[in-house]
């Protein structure tokens, strides 16, 4: 009986035992299976991935075959390339040089921030116009003097107290032409300025810091141009 009993309690312990081992082999199966499957679809996402499964806000890009596939270093020339032609063709912020000479007046800001202006009311493209007084030709003078301090800097128009100027800048090794109007008001004892980008939709602060340079050079009395 005693022996009988022995058995049974073994039998017991060793079925236990046995559906516990195959239990655990079965969750590692499992969790083996989860990994496999999972990295077979991000293989298969890498190799199907293409050129032409990305869409480009840029009206004027070709996209590659389907099927061309791409290795890391080729996407982040890809995204350098999307940047710099971004920049250049995503929205035009400001009219011409010969339609700035023509209207002879500041128009508004556009919504992309790159541009700022001291007609503008809003905090993106808001600034304060430079404090000046004194007579028209003297104002402009260091007004002129001013602005073509700041290399790459080319005065396109000079009327009374109107001033336009043209500014290249670089981004990646790609030249930029930005504008800055300029419209003395002595009644106001003010001049009220423009800066926009020609092209592209964000200018980092350039053309706010652009027009607090002008301001601190003009409140310097730099007369040597």
Same mark, same amino acid.
């Given at each position: 009986?005693?022996?009988?009993?022995?058995?049974?309690?073994?039998?017991?312990?060793?079925?236990?035992?046995?559906?516990?081992?195959?239990?655990?082999?079965?969750?590692?199966?499992?969790?083996?299976?989860?990994?496999?499957?999972?990295?077979?679809?991000?293989?298969?996402?890498?190799?199907?991935?293409?050129? #032409? *499964?990305?869409?480009?806000?840029?009206?004027? +890009? &070709?996209?590659? /075959?389907?099927?061309?596939?791409?290795? !890391?270093?080729?996407?982040?020339?890809?995204?350098?390339?999307?940047?710099?032609?971004?920049?250049?063709?995503?929205?035009?912020?400001?009219?011409? #040089? *010969?339609?700035?000479?023509?209207?002879?007046? +500041? &128009?508004?800001? /556009?919504?992309?921030?790159?541009?700022? !202006?001291?007609?503008?009311?809003?905090?993106?493209?808001?600034?304060?116009?430079?404090?000046?007084?004194?007579?028209?030709?003297?104002?402009?003078?260091?007004?002129?003097?001013?602005?073509?301090?700041?290399?790459?800097?080319?005065?396109?128009?000079?009327?009374?107290?109107?001033?336009?100027?043209?500014?290249?800048?670089?981004?990646?090794?790609?030249?930029?032409?930005?504008?800055?109007?300029?419209?003395?008001?002595?009644?106001?004892?003010?001049?009220?300025?423009?800066?926009?980008?020609?092209?592209?939709?964000?200018?980092?602060?350039?053309?706010?810091?652009?027009?607090?340079?002008?301001?601190?050079?003009?409140?310097?009395?730099?007369?040597?141009?």
């Amino acid at each position: 009986m005693k022996r009988q009993a022995f058995f049974q309690k073994k039998n017991l312990h060793h079925r236990l035992f046995t559906e516990k081992k195959h239990k655990a082999t079965d969750e590692v199966l499992k969790e083996n299976i989860f990994r496999r499957n999972l990295q077979e679809n991000k293989t298969a996402m890498l190799r199907d991935f293409s050129f #032409s *499964s990305i869409v480009f806000p840029i009206p004027f +890009f &070709t996209q590659l /075959p389907y099927g061309t596939s791409m290795t !890391s270093q080729s996407l982040l020339t890809l995204l350098a390339v999307w940047i710099c032609l971004g920049l250049c063709s995503c929205v035009t912020a400001s009219d011409s #040089s *010969s339609d700035l000479s023509k209207r002879r007046r +500041f &128009t508004p800001c /556009p919504s992309s921030p790159n541009c700022v !202006s001291s007609y503008a009311t809003d905090n993106t493209h808001r600034i304060a116009a430079i404090e000046a007084q004194g007579p028209v030709p003297e104002v402009m003078a260091r007004l002129k003097a001013a602005i073509t301090t700041i290399p790459q800097s080319t005065v396109q128009q000079e009327d009374g107290n109107y001033i336009h100027a043209t500014f290249r800048v670089k981004f990646l090794f790609i030249p930029f032409t930005d504008d800055v109007e300029c419209l003395y008001s002595p009644e106001q004892s003010k001049i009220h300025i423009r800066s926009a980008s020609r092209s592209g939709y964000w200018d980092f602060g350039v053309n706010r810091q652009r027009v607090e340079k002008i301001r601190r050079l003009f409140e310097k009395g730099v007369t040597s141009f």
